[in-house]
């Protein structure tokens, strides 16, 4: 399996499942502490405004991803992790929020659990798919990976007209 360390692939899929479990338990439990850490660092800024490195993540920290993270942690709490998972790049910020909006540990790595395994069985499933069908057809390959960002794309682009559409007639937007 291209990109997998041999000792993993050597053992095969069922030392797969555990090794890429542990990868994103522990890649998210840093990012969780990551985002507590630079809650404490932003509260002791105000306290000694000379640590550069401590302004930078505090701003960072305050702009408008992080914003929309708590938003949406405000809005679907707990739920809001584990279904993160399912995501590409917003993972890392609700993640860093909860850590961030000091969530209690415990209670967040409970409910992280169900998001590492839906982040598990997606690699291994998605991952390996791909994987056996590079190996027996590249050009197949790459043509399902072409295929599925064009689908992904286009219903990027249908959400945004319809979304239009509906604010195009409300009042905020209707001159008058």
């Known amino acids: 399996m291209a990109g997998v360390p041999g000792f993993i692939s050597d053992l095969g899929w069922w030392a797969l499942v555990p090794f890429l479990f542990v990868v994103v338990f522990v890649r998210t439990q840093a990012t969780y502490w990551l985002g507590r850490w630079a809650r404490t660092g932003a509260s002791r800024l105000a306290e000694s405004p000379s640590e550069k490195f401590l302004a ?9 991803m992080m ?4 938003a949406v942690l405000d809005r679907w709490g707990y739920v809001a992790i584990p279904l993160s998972f399912l995501t590409l790049g917003f993972q890392t910020v609700i993640n860093a929020t909860a850590g961030y909006v000091k969530m209690r540990w415990g209670l967040y790595t409970l409910v992280m659990l169900p ?9 291994t499933i998605v991952g390996a798919s791909i994987v056996h069908l590079w190996q027996h057809s590249p ?4 043509a399902f990976v072409v295929g599925v960002v064009a689908v992904a794309w286009a219903a990027t682009r249908v959400t945004r007209i319809v979304r239009q559409r509906r604010s195009a007639g409300s009042a905020a937007r209707t001159p008058r």
């Open 56 to 64: 930078r993540a505090s701003r960072r920290l305050d702009g408008p």
């Open 67 to 70: 914003a929309r993270g708590e």
């Open 115 to 123: 998001g590492c395994a839906l982040w598990t069985a997606a690699y």
């Open 139 to 142: 050009t197949l390959a790459i």
